[in-house]
């Protein structure tokens, strides 16, 4: 089975939970950063880097600005988002090109997973909409969605679940930093209530989350309150995936 974690927006604490999720599971899982744009769960798990490889992805995708009118049927059409329009000129993102590193990454994950016959792939995936997120939620057996109570997060936590319904995976729901913001908060409850997201967890904001990052662990190797809630949160993500 495959665990999704995303957000609409950076910063939200995703990979750092995500990195406390793997602690937690420890030998049941296999791990895949898929944030490829900018990886960085190493820093916190310290893998052995024992294989590497280079990777090409194939052509940059452009736009042929003598040839385009205009008319933006490109962006229409686009499923990943990935096109844009800057002083009148519609370019491609190219970030969005990094689809395909996603899948040969998920494709090592799974592949080490039936070798060493561990039962779950969690994929770090990246923040936006764009086509890496859409490479590493495809197949997901459960999209877990880690937000924030602000304006941002909140806008940002909508797009993302608009994605994650076309493909029809079952969702869960990390507010992140809940007490930041009550009115937001209870803005986020009631999106979360009427679309049918799963209530994963509320964190409140601990200095000792970012006190971990600092000297490269997880919150769940840290002395502080929310340990016992993170790890409430990794069981009830397995209960829900389970369930699915």
């Known amino acids: 089975m495959k665990v999704a974690i995303a957000n609409g927006k950076g910063g939200t604490g995703k990979t750092s939970l995500a990195a406390a999720f793997a602690v937690l599971a420890g030998p049941q899982i296999v791990v895949a950063d898929c944030d490829v744009d900018a990886a960085d769960m190493h820093l916190l798990l310290a893998p052995d880097f024992a294989d590497g490889e280079d990777f090409h992805g194939g052509e940059l995708a452009v736009i042929d600005q003598q040839a385009c009118n205009g008319c933006g049927g490109c962006a229409e059409v686009c499923r990943y988002g990935a096109i844009r329009e800057v ?54 057996d459960l999209m877990v969605l880690v937000t924030e109570p602000t304006v941002a997060g909140l806008h940002d936590l909508k797009r993302v679940h608009e994605l994650v319904e076309r493909f029809g995976i079952p969702c869960g729901c990390i507010v992140n930093k809940c007490d930041l913001n009550a009115d937001v908060l209870a803005q986020l409850r009631r999106f979360r209530t009427k679309t049918g997201i799963a209530d994963l967890a509320e964190l409140p904001y601990d200095e000792q989350f970012t006190a971990a990052v600092t000297a490269g662990r997880t919150i769940v190797e840290q002395d502080s309150a929310l340990k016992g809630q993170v790890s409430d949160c990794w069981r009830a993500i397995t209960t829900l995936v389970a369930a699915n």
């Open 87 to 140: 002083n009148g000129n519609f370019t491609v993102d190219e970030s969005d090109n990094s689809g395909k590193l996603v899948a040969k990454v998920k494709h090592e994950a799974r592949t080490a997973a039936e070798q060493e016959d561990r039962k779950l792939v969690l994929v770090d995936g990246s923040p936006g909409i764009g086509c890496p997120v859409v490479s590493s939620l495809s197949g997901a």
